[in-house]
């Protein structure tokens, strides 16, 4: 079942969950660059089992079905857990809430085109989107308190946050539109 590398490598995204909200929680320099780290690794997997299971002819149900699971559990969690630790707080929560609506939103409506057997590839777009909102939560899992002081962190992952934000916007749009002729 879970025999591909790719698949190994979602599989690993979704177990470090957890232990980066852990450290995005504990209140110490040491826990967030570490919590970073995992994040980066989690985001570096992200690319690696797409690349894998295609450049291995390895592309399984069980991947397609996985990887965005993982992927928009990665971001929720972290976005959550961001919000009610503050380093996501006033106005930088609203790009945050339409983050995950879009996330929500596009995941129901992939389920109901799977039922048509009609896939929605991601678009060149939608990947940019993707990289912005993980450099900006990256940036905000540090933010200002643990970043060297020449870097503005969380100024940074506020206005990534903000761009990813309008970006998901428009790729929410294209996805939408693209179905309407399905329903």
Known sequence: MFDSVANKLTVSRITFIPIILGLIIVPNIWAAWIGLAFFISAGITDWLDGYLARRENEVT?????????ADKLLVAAVILVLVSTKQISGWSILPAIVILMREVAVSGLREFLADL????????????KTTIQMVALGFLIIGDRY?????PATFIGDLGIWVASGLTVITAWDYWRASLKHF
Do not use: E
């Not at 149900?61 to 699971?69: H, K, N, S, V």
């Not at 057997?117 to 940019?128: D, E, H, Q």
């Not at 970043?147 to 870097?151: G, V, Y």
């Open 61 to 69: 149900r069980l991947g397609q079905f996985l990887d965005p699971i």
């Open 147 to 151: 970043a060297p002081s020449f870097i």
């Open 117 to 128: 057997r009609i896939s929605v590839p991601v678009s060149r777009l939608a990947k940019w």
